[in-house]
């Protein structure tokens, strides 16, 4: 397996199972994620009969970028696995430093109506390792550090779990990327088991929730999830959560023309989320060559965010990127730039 897939304490029980202290995961670590070596060879403070031992049972095989992709303060970076399949991730300049969202499977099975990604049935999950992979290729691509990751590239990082947790222990560790838990957002459109079992990670991950309408007859038009989770038992879920963390939760809102962009809309979601600890991101919509949607307008977001405001919701609009390479929110698909 590729190395980059173990937390250390995964790695502190591999080295125990060969009979060796666990506090070479430590060394280890440093090595990959601090000094960025390229191979085993390299960790010169580890016995040559230990590094033979890592080579017999570990690969260290980087992601290879086969296409980036730029545009203002943005970047699209495509990604050939091992399989041959291909994802992608985008790379944010804000005034804060760099984001980075990250894929967490190929494909995507949850369906969204609006979403490029979601137009591609599931493959298969991402490994940990190949998560962790993206943020040091890009790093070594950009020789900079990255300061805040967001899961909400391709997939539904919920519905690969143990693979997205292990990839948040890896980037969390002080020993590993070091990126701090406050600095990592995970959004999902809402698998109410999952959240359940995040609430207990004692994890302080940000938690995103795709809702994008705010009753379920709209929300069972535009995203099948619903005629599972529906809003009112999502809604439960997210009040159990905030309990149990103590941990803001944020509300997001793509902003499709005349379908959940009324001001009778934004009143009703007003009163859905009353005194709830949350604030609403209101998402203009990246069109794509799914020609059944269209961005609100202006006028539409102008409105729905002061209505929220003044049924005393939290709420802000998100900053645009990356529209015109396709890397915008519900843009990312996985294919080559033309």
Same mark, same amino acid.
């Given at each position: 397996?590729?190395?980059?897939?173990?937390?250390?304490?995964?790695? &502190?029980?591999?080295?125990?199972?060969?009979?060796?202290?666990?506090?070479?995961? #430590?060394?280890?670590?440093?090595?990959?994620?601090?000094?960025?070596?390229?191979?085993?060879?390299?960790? #010169? *403070?580890?016995?040559?009969?230990?590094?033979?031992?890592?080579?017999?049972?570990?690969? @260290?095989?980087?992601?290879?970028?086969?296409?980036?992709?730029?545009?203002?303060?943005? +970047?699209?970076?495509?990604?050939?696995?091992?399989?041959?399949?291909?994802?992608?991730?985008?790379? @944010?300049?804000?005034?804060?430093?760099?984001?980075?969202?990250?894929?967490?499977?190929?494909? %995507?099975?949850?369906?969204? +109506?609006?979403? &490029?990604?979601?137009?591609?049935?599931?493959?298969?999950?991402?490994?940990?390792?190949?998560?962790?992979?993206?943020?040091?290729?890009?790093?070594?691509?950009?020789?900079?550090?990255?300061?805040?990751?967001?899961?909400?590239?391709?997939? &539904?990082?919920?519905?690969?779990?143990?693979?997205?947790?292990?990839?948040?222990?890896?980037?969390?560790?002080?020993?590993?990327?070091?990126?701090?838990?406050?600095?990592? #957002?995970?959004?999902?459109?809402?698998?109410?088991?999952?959240?359940?079992?995040?609430?207990?990670?004692?994890?302080? /991950?940000?938690?995103?929730?795709?809702?994008?309408?705010?009753?379920?007859?709209?929300?069972?038009?535009?995203?099948?999830?619903?005629?599972?989770?529906?809003?009112?038992?999502?809604?439960? %879920?997210?009040?159990?959560? /905030?309990?149990?963390?103590?941990?803001?939760? #944020?509300?997001?809102?793509?902003?499709?023309?005349?379908? *959940?962009?009324?001001?009778?809309?934004?009143? &009703?979601?007003?009163?859905?989320?009353?005194?709830?600890?949350?604030?609403?991101?209101?998402?203009?919509?990246?069109?794509?060559?799914?020609?059944?949607?269209?961005?609100?307008?202006?006028?539409? /977001?102008?409105?729905?965010?002061?209505?929220?405001?003044?049924?005393?919701?939290?709420?802000?609009? +998100?900053?645009?990127?990356?529209?015109?390479?396709?890397?915008?929110?519900?843009?990312?698909?996985?294919?080559?730039?033309?």
């Amino acid at each position: 397996m590729n190395i980059y897939g173990l937390t250390k304490k995964g790695l &502190e029980e591999y080295f125990l199972s060969i009979g060796e202290k666990k506090y070479k995961a #430590t060394q280890v670590y440093e090595w990959l994620y601090q000094k960025r070596v390229k191979t085993f060879t390299d960790m #010169t *403070n580890l016995k040559k009969e230990l590094i033979t031992k890592l080579n017999e049972n570990f690969t @260290m095989e980087p992601l290879q970028i086969i296409e980036v992709q730029k545009g203002e303060l943005v +970047r699209k970076y495509l990604f050939r696995l091992e399989d041959s399949e291909l994802i992608e991730a985008v790379l @944010m300049e804000h005034d804060y430093g760099l984001s980075l969202c990250i894929s967490s499977e190929v494909g %995507c099975n949850m369906g969204c +109506r609006f979403c &490029e990604s979601g137009r591609r049935k599931k493959v298969r999950n991402l490994s940990a390792a190949e998560m962790v992979l993206q943020i040091l290729a890009i790093e070594e691509t950009i020789k900079k550090r990255i300061s805040s990751i967001v899961i909400m590239g391709i997939g &539904e990082p919920l519905d690969n779990y143990d693979n997205v947790m292990n990839f948040i222990r890896i980037i969390n560790d002080p020993k590993g990327i070091a990126i701090g838990a406050r600095h990592i #957002t995970l959004s999902t459109c809402g698998l109410i088991p999952k959240i359940n079992e995040l609430a207990k990670e004692n994890i302080q /991950i940000n938690l995103a929730i795709s809702l994008h309408a705010p009753n379920d007859e709209i929300r069972n038009k535009i995203m099948p999830v619903n005629k599972v989770y529906n809003i009112s038992s999502l809604i439960a %879920c997210l009040k159990d959560y /905030i309990a149990k963390t103590n941990r803001r939760i #944020t509300i997001e809102y793509v902003m499709l023309e005349y379908i *959940n962009d009324s001001v009778d809309c934004a009143k &009703e979601l007003a009163h859905l989320l009353k005194g709830m600890n949350v604030y609403v991101n209101l998402i203009p919509y990246n069109e794509t060559e799914n020609i059944e949607f269209n961005k609100s307008s202006k006028k539409s /977001i102008d409105k729905f965010f002061d209505t929220l405001k003044q049924n005393n919701i939290n709420v802000t609009i +998100r900053k645009e990127f990356g529209g015109a390479i396709d890397a915008a929110c519900g843009q990312l698909r996985s294919k080559r730039g033309v």
